[in-house]
């Protein structure tokens, strides 16, 4: 399993995401310019200028016409996939962190960080069909949380939403009124930061990884934690594969420690673990630092990583990794 290494971000990669058909991959970085590239041979097809900051995060609409991105320019954009240009621009008083779009693309959640006195916020904001009647109020605002909220996305039927952070807490809110419905509790939670949430393929569980060093996979209607996945390293990225009972996780450690350790190329490894084992399977290393991204592709026959050291990894499965027997 050869990868194929993308190189075109100057800054760490911060965010992964494929498109609903496979075939393409955005990819976020601390450059201030979100790229799309080819997801089978990773030929890069395109950037999206116009942050003036760190881009943390993007998803692109069911119909791969429309890309959302948030950065620490305290913006979110909206913008055309095919031509690059962008069609409106959802301005906050401090950096936009996470971005989702709901199913149907009618809705976007969008987290942003505290700020100066503005403690953080979940808003959802209406995605118009025509971007010139596009506006920028929000339908509903989410405060609450203490410390950043690192990730938020819609639950089944677009009725919830789900948000992780600094707090190390899961919390499950009503997306029509913003009542909170259900938290993790101190027991099965994470005791330090989450980093990263991502959702099954069928949006019926969802997996968080965080600095605590695991990652644990929760029912995303009745919070109920159903596994945990404990590694060596704080955890950045986490993925669930679409095919196979697989999970891979990614991490590091934080940017001011990685000096202290020893410099051996490559050594960052993304770890796949039996999804309901909770056994490590085996490990992909490559990176020269920290994983901070981590995607499979919705056929479940390829995934990427992406890194610290500024480069996206392609790796297209074997095979034999189609067969491996627990």
Same mark, same amino acid.
């Given at each position: 399993?050869?990868?194929?290494?993308?190189?075109?971000?100057?800054?760490?990669?911060? @965010?992964?995401?494929?498109?609903?058909?496979?075939?393409?991959?955005?990819?976020?970085?601390?450059?201030?310019? #979100?790229?799309?590239?080819?997801?089978?041979?990773?030929?890069?097809?395109?950037?999206?200028?116009?942050?003036?900051? &760190?881009?943390?995060?993007?998803?692109?609409?069911?119909?791969?016409?429309?890309?959302?991105?948030?950065?620490?320019?305290?913006?979110?954009?909206?913008?055309?996939?095919?031509?690059?240009?962008?069609?409106?621009? @959802?301005?906050?008083?401090?950096?936009?962190?996470?971005?989702?779009?709901? /199913?149907?693309?009618?809705?976007?959640?969008?987290?942003?960080?505290?700020?100066?006195?503005? #403690?953080?916020?979940?808003? /959802?904001?209406?995605?118009?069909?025509?971007?010139?009647?596009?506006?920028?109020?929000?339908?509903?605002? %989410?405060?609450? #949380?203490?410390?950043?909220?690192?990730? &938020?996305?819609?639950?089944?039927?677009?009725?919830?939403?789900?948000?992780?952070?600094?707090? &190390?807490?899961?919390?499950?809110?009503? &997306?029509?009124?913003?009542?909170?419905?259900?938290?993790?509790?101190?027991?099965?939670?994470?005791?330090?930061?989450?980093?990263?949430?991502?959702?099954?393929?069928?949006?019926?569980?969802?997996?968080?990884?965080?600095?605590?060093?695991?990652?644990?996979?929760?029912? %995303?209607?009745?919070?109920?934690?159903?596994?945990?996945?404990?590694?060596?390293?704080?955890?950045?990225?986490?993925?669930?594969?679409?095919?196979?009972?697989?999970? /891979?996780?990614?991490?590091?450690?934080?940017?001011?420690?990685?000096?202290?350790?020893?410099?051996?190329?490559?050594? @960052?490894?993304?770890?796949?673990?039996?999804? %309901?084992?909770?056994?490590?399977?085996?490990? /992909?290393?490559?990176?020269?630092? #920290?994983?901070?991204?981590?995607?499979?592709?919705?056929?479940?026959?390829?995934?990427?990583?992406?890194?610290?050291?500024?480069?996206?990894?392609?790796?297209?499965?074997?095979?034999?990794?189609?067969? %491996?027997?627990?």
């Amino acid at each position: 399993m050869r990868p194929i290494l993308m190189k075109g971000h100057e800054r760490p990669l911060t @965010f992964l995401k494929y498109n609903r058909d496979g075939d393409l991959l955005f990819s976020c970085a601390k450059d201030h310019t #979100p790229t799309v590239w080819f997801a089978d041979n990773g030929e890069r097809l395109g950037t999206y200028k116009g942050h003036n900051g &760190a881009v943390w995060c993007c998803d692109v609409s069911r119909d791969s016409a429309r890309l959302i991105t948030g950065s620490a320019d305290q913006t979110a954009k909206l913008w055309n996939v095919q031509t690059g240009t962008q069609l409106f621009t @959802f301005n906050f008083d401090s950096p936009a962190r996470s971005v989702d779009f709901s /199913v149907g693309d009618k809705l976007a959640v969008i987290t942003t960080d505290p700020f100066m006195e503005l #403690p953080s916020a979940i808003h /959802v904001k209406c995605i118009a069909r025509d971007p010139s009647e596009q506006t920028g109020e929000s339908v509903l605002t %989410i405060k609450g #949380p203490q410390g950043r909220i690192n990730r &938020a996305v819609w639950g089944p039927l677009n009725q919830t939403l789900i948000s992780a952070g600094e707090d &190390a807490v899961v919390r499950i809110w009503d &997306a029509e009124t913003g009542k909170l419905l259900k938290e993790s509790d101190k027991e099965t939670s994470h005791s330090k930061a989450i980093s990263s949430l991502s959702k099954s393929a069928d949006g019926s569980h969802f997996l968080t990884g965080s600095l605590d060093k695991s990652a644990k996979l929760w029912d %995303i209607r009745t919070l109920t934690l159903i596994k945990t996945y404990v590694t060596e390293r704080p955890v950045n990225a986490v993925a669930i594969s679409p095919l196979l009972d697989h999970v /891979v996780i990614g991490g590091g450690q934080d940017a001011s420690s990685v000096t202290t350790t020893d410099r051996r190329a490559g050594k @960052f490894e993304a770890k796949f673990f039996h999804k %309901i084992l909770q056994e490590e399977i085996g490990g /992909v290393k490559g990176h020269f630092g #920290p994983i901070n991204a981590l995607a499979f592709n919705p056929d479940g026959r390829s995934f990427s990583s992406g890194g610290e050291d500024g480069y996206v990894r392609l790796h297209h499965f074997d095979p034999d990794y189609f067969n %491996i027997k627990m």
